[in-house]
């Protein structure tokens, strides 16, 4: 049995068919762990009586169910959480092998819509185990802290129950790797020109913090017949924003202002490189930006004079140098264990 200490509690995420039907989470490989895995509640609006037929309140009933948003936050690892990293991406696809070792290589790509593309979320909370029966991942932010690579996704989902006749339990969960988390010291950054060559060592820049925020904007609708959300769609584009600071204003980072004020695209990549996996496979996460715009560059008033940069990824015409086929606002390639399809 759990318990109401949360570090003695499991959590859970797995792929779904059908909106509104929880799928069992109590399954190998569905462990998960998030930092504030309690996060999800349930709320309904009470829908008041105001007609003048009493001098106090006659009626209250309950109204549609709010949709569930919340945010699970993680460190980010090198292996548990692909599948809602790939939920928010939209197209995953077989992993490639690396010739005859354990290593697999997985390419996340935006896809037009994430239309189909959601999950069951599960947590225990003392004897009760807190289902979202259905959860679209919209939003991953990626951030550095304290010298750690941290993930929050942002998620709506229908409803919460504590009730579910398809989780009973979640004593056959199991977690890919509790090991393996992305630091922030492991990171390697370029950025140029957005025609120019591949990157090379004259590329390399040196933030000292980073904000990627890759966002689905998705709606709420319902139905007649129904209290919960139908499944959300996206009415608007997804927004991809790369902000990056800078400790002090250098030689490379000064030339940014004229940059923005001039219109110069640029391309970018960000590597970390963890441990390894075997011969010459090491874990990984690649972020490439085939096309980035800039927003924005600060160079903001102090004794020491710092550097930021804001920029928008935008889709590409045409692949640029060095990121053969990349033309979608960002990709993400991850070097892991895992065998299969991460949106299987």
């Known amino acids: 049995m759990a318990d109401i200490e949360k570090r003695l509690n499991k959590a859970a995420f797995k792929k779904a068919v059908d909106w509104g039907t929880e799928i069992n989470a109590n399954a190998a490989l569905c462990g998960i762990y998030p930092l504030n895995a309690g996060v999800p509640i349930l709320k309904i609006p009470p829908l008041e009586d105001e007609a003048a037929i009493s001098a106090f309140e006659h009626d209250i009933d309950q109204g549609d169910y709010s949709a569930v948003d919340f945010s699970l936050d993680f460190d980010l690892r ?3 959480l692909g599948t809602l990293i790939a939920m ?4 995953a696809g077989a992993p490639v092998q690396q010739e005859a070792t354990t290593a697999y290589l997985h390419k996340l790509q935006m896809a037009n819509s994430i239309s189909g593309i959601f999950g069951t979320y599960a947590t225990e909370k003392l004897d009760k185990i807190h289902v979202v029966p259905s959860v679209k991942p919209h939003k ?5 802290a304290g010298g750690i690579i941290k ?20 004593s056959s969960i ?12 492991q990171g390697v950054f370029h950025l140029n020109a957005q025609t120019g060559a591949d990157f090379a060592e004259g590329d390399l820049i040196h933030p000292k913090s980073l904000l990627l925020e890759i966002e689905r904007k998705v709606d709420a609708p319902y139905a007649a017949g129904s209290q919960y959300i139908v499944e959300p769609r996206e009415p608007d584009k997804p927004t991809v924003k790369l902000t ?7 030689a490379a980072n000064k030339v940014y ?8 695209e640029k391309k970018a990549n960000m590597i970390f490189t963890g441990g390894l996996i075997e011969t010459t496979y090491y874990y990984y996460f690649k972020f490439q930006f085939p096309r980035l715009k800039i927003e924005d560059a600060e160079y903001p008033d102090a004794n020491i004079i710092p550097a930021k940069l804001v920029l928008r990824a935008l889709e590409a015409d045409t692949a640029p140098t060095g990121m053969t086929g990349i033309t979608k606002p960002v990709q993400i390639d991850i070097m892991n264990k895992r065998t299969t399809d991460m949106l299987a």
């Open 78 to 80: 090198f292996d548990t």
């Open 88 to 91: 928010v991406m939209g197209t």
């Open 140 to 144: 991953l932010t990626f951030n550095i």
């Open 151 to 170: 993930l929050s996704i942002g998620c709506r989902g229908d409803r919460v129950i504590d009730d579910s006749a398809i989780i009973t339990g979640m």
């Open 174 to 185: 199991t977690w890919a790797d509790k090991h393996n988390r992305v630091l922030g010291r």
């Open 244 to 250: 990056l600071e800078f400790n002090r204003m250098d």
């Open 257 to 264: 202002f004229a940059d923005w004020k001039a219109g110069t």
